[in-house]
């Protein structure tokens, strides 16, 4: 595997039988349980839309690492949070609300073993489940149309040892210079961009590289998710 490489990457469909849509995404050693729940009904700040609402919910299992972590028992902790508002930003993204209708579906993300970007596979993954969800709309006739208009993926890409790097595990993660997280649509249209520096700033033209390297990326995990809802 190149530093320019994705992880190995597999999704499991229908792996939470009883929802809507379903999905368990492996990139590596991270593995994350996506589900998406169908419910005839809208948050109360928004009853009476003719529109439809797309929500996310984000959690990590205690032995997702290697020690445990206490469950968030008194309600989601600020990194879930931020977590929960970019996985649903980014399936609104792609989602046409009015084709919806007045329902909710909510995404779940449960990370059942975390080695590095568990957000970015959350989206991945959690994109693949409301696409089978819109599928089940459809063959229902609850919708005329998809409401999914296109997919969204996202990937970390970083700088490690003065080197790109695509997809960083933990390890690479914990080391890296530059840490960035890029979320695009089928069309390559950003959808987000999140980019720190450890240490050293970080160049424009590094910048421009990152991007490059993560849109390559994108690309692939796409083509992966098509593949995954043709085959099942």
Known sequence: MTPSELRSLAFELGAAPYAEGSCLIAMGHTRVLCTASVEESLPPWRTGSESGWVTAEYGMLPRATHTRSRRERTGAKGRTQEIQRLIGRSLRAVTDLRALGPRTVTVDCDVLQADGGTRTASITGGAVALALASQWLL??????????????????????????????????DSRAQVDMNVVATESN?????????????????????????????????VRAQRRALESG
Not at 208 to 215: G, K, V, Y
């Open 189 to 221: 249209g950003l959808v987000e961009v999140q980019g720190t520096a450890e240490g050293d700033p970080f160049r424009r033209d590094q910048l421009d590289e990152l991007l490059t390297s993560a849109l390559g990326g994108i690309e692939h995990l």
């Open 139 to 172: 063959t229902e006739g609850l919708v005329v149309r998809s409401p999914v208009r296109e997919m969204v993926a996202a990937v970390s890409v970083g700088i490690v040892d003065d080197e790109i790097v695509l997809d960083l595990d933990y390890a690479a």
